[in-house]
């Protein structure tokens, strides 16, 4: 694996490249960094070339002041690491990423998959989640490490710390509390695109897997029905025991998956 910094205005992208054949971009959640993909990435069938990255604010890459777009700076690491279309896969934040990318410059973009994700312009009609009391006690005490810990139970359906493996909450709290951080200190503003992806899904023709987890927060289950229903190419999978991280959560079964679901996109021609 090799790792390079990408200049995008005044941020500097860490990125990690990995394999040769076609190209395969993870963009990560915004409670986690390019760590979440550990696991899935060295998962993947073989003869793809895998990269990842920190997008600003999070993991190794640091948050400079002033205006930027997550969706130029995708764009920059595309530009960075090959030529013509990619496979993007996006969890979370990295989703409404990937998918606003493929709403405003469709010819960078082969596949998208969509995990847990969100997206810009909608705002589902859902009732708080269990645990959002602790998560806005957290906040407004401005204890970063219960924050961090509060979210990351909250996320991943976890608030005793009994279901999932060894060491995966322990791994989204270390990245979000970076996050957290380079968030509480910032002077720095994203712009977001215009319209929003809300109201260009009928025009996304590049084939789409939704995934979602039973377990995962009920508005991102109604995000998942309304990308199901106005994406042209979409196919839904919802996994059953599975929250908001399912690359981390399930990554041999979630690899397993995607790489599916790449092979044919890329036999369709």
């Known amino acids: 694996m090799t790792t390079v910094e990408v200049p995008s205005g005044a941020a500097r992208l860490s990125c990690d490249v990995a394999g040769e054949g076609e190209r395969v971009v993870l963009v990560h959640a915004g409670i986690a960094d390019a760590r979440m993909w550990d696991r899935f990435a060295a998962s993947l069938p073989p003869g793809r070339r895998v990269v990842r990255y ?3 604010g999070y993991g190794r890459t640091a948050l400079p002041p002033g205006a930027f777009s997550h969706v130029d700076d995708l764009a920059a690491v595309l530009a960075a690491t090959g030529d013509g279309p990619a496979h993007l896969v996006g969890a979370s934040l990295g989703g409404r990423v990937t998918l606003d990318l493929a709403a405003t410059r469709p010819d960078a973009v ?9 997206v810009s312009g909608f705002d589902p009609d859902a009732p708080p989640p269990p645990m959002w009391d602790a998560v806005v006690a957290a906040d407004r005490s401005d204890d970063l490490d219960a924050l961090a810990d509060a979210e990351a139970r909250m996320w991943l359906a976890d608030p005793d710390g009994t279901r999932l493996p060894d060491g995966v909450l322990d791994l989204v709290r270390s990245m979000n509390r970076i996050a957290l951080v380079n968030e509480r200190h910032a002077t720095a503003d994203e712009v977001p695109i215009e319209p929003p992806a809300l109201d260009r899904l009928g025009d996304v023709a590049a084939p789409v897997l939704v995934v979602d987890g039973d377990l995962d927060l009920e508005a991102i289950g109604l995000t998942a029905d309304l990308l199901e229903a106005r994406l042209p190419r979409a196919e839904r999978v919802r996994l059953h025991g599975v929250a908001h991280l399912p690359a ?3 990554p041999v079964e979630v690899a397993a998956l995607v790489g599916d679901f790449l092979t044919g996109v890329e036999q369709a021609g």
């Open 54 to 56: 920190d997008m600003r």
């Open 110 to 118: 082969r596949s998208l998959v969509l995990l847990g994700a969100v």
């Open 248 to 250: 981390l959560e399930r």
